[in-house]
């Protein structure tokens, strides 16, 4: 392939992990047929293009409801993002909150929040993109 993409061979893999969080037990076997993948990632000036285009609102760009989440609190938070705050030193890996934390206003163009902007980053990877906002892009 010339398009920038690479294949990716198919086969079988295990996913999960009987370790950590509830939601990724059980530790199982799946296979993942041949795909395609770019062989660079997509970067904030390719999103903003994007966007521009389409006019699409990420997920972290509308406000966030639990209430379809099993075991979260009903209410509606702002929106916003997880974002990684670097730690003094070691900490307990079974709380993920002492690394990120849910910070309203974070997105894809304030990737750490309110205040901060992608001035010198068109060129660096996309972030706070979730799941559909991936699929919208390579729809």
């Not at 990420?58 to 730690?87: C, I, K, M, N, W």
């Not at 750490?112 to 892009?137: R, T």
């Amino acid at each position: 392939m010339d398009d920038g993409m690479v294949e990716i061979g198919g086969g079988e893999s295990l996913m999960g992990s009987d370790s950590f969080y509830p939601e990724e037990r059980p530790v199982r076997l799946t296979r993942v047929e041949r795909f395609h993948i770019d062989r660079h990632h997509v970067t904030n000036d390719q999103f903003a293009r994007f966007i521009e285009a389409t006019g699409y609102v990420t997920v972290a760009e509308r406000p966030l409801q639990l209430g379809d989440v099993p075991g979260a609190p009903v209410q509606a938070y702002p929106a916003g993002s997880l974002v990684f705050r670097q730690t003094a030193g070691p900490v307990d890996l079974g709380d993920s909150r002492t690394w990120w934390a849910y910070v309203p206003g974070a997105q894809w163009r304030h990737p750490q929040g309110p205040g901060s902007s992608l001035d010198g980053l068109g060129d660096h990877p996309v972030v706070h993109v979730a799941y559909d906002d991936a699929e919208a892009y390579a729809s």
